[in-house]
């Protein structure tokens, strides 16, 4: 069905260059990420990202940031579990050290592990993400996912029992934990406070109690996984939303590879034909148009890569804006479920937990 879609060929008509009217958007003179999301704080959030998955060496780590940073990326996307932390806070503190940047200039965003899915556990890992980024606060901490893994002190990746499965906490007390991340935002540890992969109910659980509402939802977004459903509800509640995997990552059969795990089919975005006319048009890549696409639907976009070249390609789409055709177009290359790439089933049993935020694909 995938290859099927990428090979549709649409007619693209009345190219204009306007920006988009989403009143979220403020425009920056003299940035190389010109338009930002505002957050309920009022803080502005760049709509494009570095994502840091998988940037695992040092080096790795600060070729890319060192370029991201050169390139005018002010928004960097990490989580305790990519274990990249300490490396990215040692690059961040020589921009700092150099006078080059100050902390106020970036936006980071690091997230709770699964392990520490749990109300006594909050005020633990934020601390553990700030001591490796070297940091006083982070600009946004989330929770990474809405299950809870159990933890073992001295071991912070999930536990695999006998049977192969993932050892996971009882449903998920998403009150009392959403309470322990709006006292992070009290102790001056995080400027916002947010969710990742939660799903429109359990958003509204959280709503429902919260003193401090969340500032934002990262999801898997992409052309082939728009979710609208979600976004429409985030926007009306107030959540901005950041799109990951916004590539539908190309690189995800390395890392099953990497674990161990069967490679599975992918969505070709950045083989796609509709997209590949648009690229032509523009004199732009796929790449671009799939992220200008995102940007153009009011949400942020964190790709990830730790190539220099496309580093600087990702951030290249602020000199040229797709028509409303061309945004109807691309919404129409929509596949739903079947395109979702992370579906956190390289934790085994994961998917029959209670939290567990993903329908089955049909
Ligand atoms: P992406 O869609 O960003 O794709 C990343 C892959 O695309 C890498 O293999 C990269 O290669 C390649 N790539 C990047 N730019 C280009 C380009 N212009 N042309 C061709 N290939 C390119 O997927 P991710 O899953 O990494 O998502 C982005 C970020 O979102 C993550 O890094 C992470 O920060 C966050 N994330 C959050 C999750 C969550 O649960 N909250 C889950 C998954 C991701 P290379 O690096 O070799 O250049």
Redesign the pocket.
């Known amino acids: 069905m995938l290859k099927l879609l990428s090979s549709r060929i649409f007619q693209i008509k009345n190219p204009v260059t306007c920006l988009p009217k989403n009143s979220c958007f403020k425009h920056f003179a003299k940035m190389a990420s010109p338009i930002s999301l505002t957050l309920p704080s009022g803080q502005k959030m760049p709509a494009l990202g570095l994502?840091?998955?998988?940037?695992k060496s040092d080096e790795e780590v600060a070729t890319a940031l060192n370029t991201a940073l050169e390139q005018g990326y002010r928004h960097i996307?990490?989580?305790f579990v990519?274990e990249n932390e300490r490396a990215i806070g040692g690059v961040l503190q020589k921009w700092f050290s150099t006078g080059k940047l100050n902390r106020e200039d970036l936006f980071i965003t690091t997230?709770l592990p699964m392990v520490g899915v749990h109300p006594d556990r909050v005020d633990m890992f934020i601390k553990k993400s700030l001591n490796n980024l070297q940091l006083d606060y982070v600009d946004l901490y989330?929770i990474?996912?809405p299950v809870g893994c159990k933890y073992e002190e001295g071991s912070v990746r999930p536990i695999i029992n006998e049977n192969g499965e993932i050892e996971t906490e009882k449903k998920t007390d998403h009150v009392a934990l959403w309470a322990k991340m709006e006292e992070q935002v009290d102790a001056g540890r995080a400027k916002n406070i947010g969710l990742?992969?939660y799903n429109i109910s359990q958003i509204s659980t959280v709503l429902q109690t919260a003193r401090i509402k969340p500032a934002n939802l990262?999801?898997?977004l992409?052309v082939y996984l728009q979710q609208p459903e979600l976004v429409d509800f985030c926007q009306k509640n107030g959540i901005t939303v950041v799109a990951?995997?916004?590539?539908?990552?190309?690189?995800?059969n390395?890392f099953l590879e990497k674990i161990g795990q069967q490679p599975k089919e992918l969505p070709n975005i950045?083989g796609d034909a509709v997209i590949a006319k648009l690229a032509e048009k523009y004199s732009k890549?796929p790449?671009?148009i799939a992220l200008r696409f995102l940007i153009q639907r009011g949400v942020a976009a964190?790709?990830?890569?730790?190539?220099p070249k496309?580093i600087q390609?990702?951030i290249s789409i602020f000199d040229f804006a797709l028509d409303d055709d061309e945004m109807n177009t691309l919404k129409g290359l929509e596949v739903g479920e079947v395109a979702r790439?992370?579906d956190f089933k390289v934790f085994p049993g994961l998917d029959i937990h209670p939290d567990f935020p993903f329908v089955a694909a049909k």
């Open positions: 994502g840091t998955w998988e940037a996307d990490t989580a990519y997230k989330l990474h996912f990742s992969n990262q999801v898997e992409h990951y995997s916004p590539l539908a990552n190309p690189g995800f390395k950045l890549t790449a671009q964190i790709p990830k890569s730790v190539t496309r390609e990702n790439v992370c």
